[in-house]
């Protein structure tokens, strides 16, 4: 069984930078996609960035530029580097694996609030 755990969300001003981290516990093996989703209020659950083991990130239109998504396989962390945050930007964040292993298997972080405002 593989847990998420994330950190770095808080209260930043427009302009701000903040960066998420989320590292998994247990095995994800060598082929897996590390995400980080968010959920604005009144919204449905977007993704906002994605990092395939070997392959290029992508990136919502939203935050292309401006969102940069990183990893670390030794320490299966993936990490999320929020620079010139809007308010528009503020919502939770959720870190998300899908594991490529006998199948595809799928697990979500609990949430960091990430809210922009001055």
């Known amino acids: 069984q593989v847990q998420l755990v994330e950190s770095g969300g808080g209260l930043i001003q427009p302009g701000g930078s903040l960066r998420l981290s989320c590292g998994a516990s247990?095995?994800?093996?060598?082929?897996?996609?590390m995400r980080w989703f968010r959920q604005i209020p009144g919204n449905q659950r977007e993704l906002v960035a994605s990092?395939?083991?070997?392959?290029?990130?992508s990136y919502a239109k939203s935050v292309k530029d401006r969102f940069a998504i990183s990893r670390d396989n030794a320490k299966n962390t993936v990490y999320l580097q929020m620079n010139s945050l809007k308010p528009e930007d503020t919502g939770v964040y959720y870190c998300?694996?899908?594991?490529?292993?006998?199948?595809?298997?799928?697990?979500w972080g609990q949430g960091t609030q990430v809210t922009v405002s001055s």
């Open positions: 247990g095995s994800i093996g060598s082929l897996n996609y």
């Open positions: 998300n694996v899908l594991v490529v292993r006998n199948g595809v298997s799928e697990y």
């Open positions: 990092s395939a083991s070997g392959g290029t990130p």
